[in-house]
Nanobody, 115 residues
Framework: QVQLVESGGGLVQPGGSLRLSCAAS????????WAWYRQAPGKERELVAG???????NYQGSVKGRFTISRNNLDNTVYLQMNSLKLEDTAVYYC?????????WGKGTLVTVSS
């Protein structure tokens, strides 16, 4: 089992920045991919960014150049640095961890971009 707890969400103005954190515990050694997803009101959950155990990162097209996913192996935390936030980035952001085909999810943290 892997437990994930997100934090760092909040209200921010367009153009602002936020850093989301995902604190992981449990069978972390078995995780091969870490990811951030988001779900906006009335929309399906979508992949925002992912990072492999080896450190290779990938991003959804709409966030490339604005968001950065990273992982701190010392404290088992995965981060999502979000810069130049736009209104359309408003969503609940979820952390996910993959052990083979098994996915673990956090409960999410709300990011609201509004003027």
């Amino acid at each position: 089992q892997v437990q994930l707890v997100e934090s760092g969400g909040g209200l921010v103005q367009p153009g602002g920045s936020l850093r989301l954190s995902c604190a992981a515990s449990g069978r972390i050694f078995s995780i091969s991919i870490w990811a951030w997803y988001r779900q906006a009101p009335g929309k399906e959950r979508e992949l925002v960014a992912g990072i492999t155990r080896g450190g290779t990162a990938n991003y959804q097209g709409s966030v490339k150049g604005r968001f950065t996913i990273s992982r701190n192996n010392l404290d088992n935390t995965v981060y999502l640095q979000m810069n130049s936030l736009k209104l359309e980035d408003t969503a609940v952001y979820y952390c996910a961890a993959y052990e083979g085909t098994m996915a673990y999810w956090g409960k999410g943290t709300l990011v609201t971009v509004s003027s």
